[in-house]
């Protein structure tokens, strides 16, 4: 878990979007605490700051990275 959160830093995203939790599945509101939990936090981090736009002309859709400082 903690390699996972160490590469999401390095290639510039937080650590906090990168949760594990263990729940039964017997265990329905721990999964939803955990899902609002985990909703909460990435809302307030804001959109993914490498987020992949496109851009469509035609049959073909060309990708592109951008990477905000």
């Known amino acids: 878990m903690?390699?996972?959160r160490q590469l999401l830093k390095e290639i510039g995203l937080e650590q906090d979007r990168l949760e594990m939790y263990e729940i039964a599945a017997s265990d329905a509101p721990k999964w939803?605490?955990?899902?609002?939990d985990l909703t909460q936090k990435v809302q307030a981090l804001g959109p993914n700051p490498l987020r992949v736009r496109r851009q469509v002309s035609g049959?073909?859709?060309v990708?592109?990275?951008?990477?905000?400082?």
């Open 2 to 4: 903690e390699y996972c």
């Open 32 to 36: 939803v605490g955990a899902v609002k």
């Open 59 to 61: 049959p073909e859709a």
């Open 63 to 69: 990708s592109e990275f951008r990477v905000e400082p």
